[in-house]
């Protein structure tokens, strides 16, 4: 191994790991702990406040578009659940929105930090109003629907499954009233089969549909989100 270099994974110091470890205070519980050493110890994290991401999710859109070409200058982009920003972030860039070439306009129920080339709007997508809202402020339909949603774990796999898989319908339902002949949906889902009834409908909407799990997905999730392409409109 050459001098001053070390393999991942192989970081020792006197034979102690320099992984960090997170005590348990008396007012966090065990699951909050584990999650805050994780992110301590996340490389993802790390490169992300480094290189002025909100958030690591942004790495998994990254790949993702870089692997299919999705975001190109001009496109009108739609962020579900938007918050706290790092797939707007991208979305912007990649279409160019601070110059004015493109849109990008972000939803949440909370409320998130300015970002050039991104306007957001707080409210609830499932809002009666929302897709004339957002079509208003997008200056038409969408060419492109995201969602990063996921709801807040109870630790039970099979009801986080469906909890998740739930979002996931309730956004492709919406996509295919804002989106543009030609459009795409991008959305979280887990593994576990019982998305069926989702990858049906998409099939029918769609021209293409797959199952993608990006290197910045931890690989001890179940986390794969669903991709698909070629939204076929009205007349589908």
């Not at 898989?165 to 492709?172: F, G, I, N, S, Y």
């Not at 999730?221 to 589908?236: D, I, M, N, P, Q």
Request: charged share 30%; hydrophobic share 40%; with cysteine.
């Amino acid at each position: 191994m050459t001098a001053g270099k070390q393999r991942p994974g192989g970081d020792k110091e006197r034979g102690r790991s320099l992984k960090t470890r997170v005590k348990t205070a008396r007012k966090r519980s065990l699951s909050s702990t584990l999650w805050l050493e994780r992110q301590l110890n996340d490389p993802y994290v790390a490169q992300a406040k480094r290189e002025g991401w909100r958030s690591r999710a942004a790495y998994k859109l990254i790949e993702i578009d870089e692997r299919f070409k999705l975001l190109k200058p001009g496109l009108r982009v739609l962020d579900l659940g938007a918050a706290p920003g790092g797939w707007a972030q991208v979305a912007a860039k990649k279409v160019k929105s601070a110059e004015g070439k493109g849109r990008v306009v972000g939803i949440d129920l909370l409320e998130v930090d300015p970002i050039p080339g991104v306007e957001f709007t707080v409210m609830d997508f499932l809002d009666p109003d929302a897709p004339d809202r957002l079509k208003a402020m997008l200056g038409g339909s969408a060419d492109a629907v995201m969602s990063d949603m996921a709801a807040n774990a109870t630790g039970h796999r099979k009801t986080d499954h469906l909890k998740i898989v739930a979002l996931a319908e309730l956004a492709a339902d919406f996509a295919c009233e804002v989106l543009a002949p030609g459009g795409f949906f991008l959305a979280k889902v887990l593994q576990g089969g019982t998305e069926n009834e989702l990858l049906s409908r998409l099939k029918r909407d769609f021209a293409t549909v797959r199952h993608v799990k990006p290197a910045a997905s931890r690989a001890d999730s179940a986390e794969l989100y669903v991709l698909a392409t070629g939204f076929r409109g009205e007349g589908k």
